[in-house]
């Protein structure tokens, strides 16, 4: 089982900008983010594969995210700028064995425990 942590959560006002970070305790391994508000199901939001070359963004984030890793660190993280309310919620980070598949709806073993995102107007 992957240990994933994430951080970076916060409070931040509409038309503003955040970085979540996920650390995994392996390498080589398919990550993503997913996200879930209350009263609603949880979403896929992006997905990078171990070398970078396959990613994976719901069009809700399209133009607004940038999902990058770093390898040697063992790091994932999602930066998202020109928040909306609608992207607040809990953001999870997930991991999934590769094998050559590593999108939103490649199916995820691993979770972290998420962090809290709030988007005030």
């Known amino acids: 089982q992957v240990q994933l942590v994430e951080s970076g959560g916060g409070s931040v006002q509409s038309g503003g900008s955040l970085r979540l970070s996920c650390a995994a305790s392996?390498?080589?391994?398919?990550m993503g983010w997913f996200r879930q508000s209350p009263g609603k199901e949880r979403e896929g939001v992006a997905t990078?594969?171990?070398?970078?070359?396959?990613?994976d963004i719901a069009d809700s984030v399209k133009g607004r995210i940038s999902i990058s890793r770093d390898l040697g660190k063992q790091m994932l993280y999602l930066k998202i700028s020109s928040l909306k309310s609608e992207d607040s919620g809990t953001y999870y980070c997930?991991?999934?064995?590769?094998?050559?598949?590593?999108?939103?709806?490649?199916?995820?073993?691993?979770w972290g425990q998420g962090t809290q995102v709030t988007v005030s107007s």
């Open positions: 392996v390498a080589g391994i398919c």
């Open positions: 997930a991991a999934r064995r590769w094998d050559g598949r590593c999108t939103l709806d490649s199916g995820y073993s691993s």
């Open positions: 990078l594969s171990p070398g970078s070359s396959t990613r």
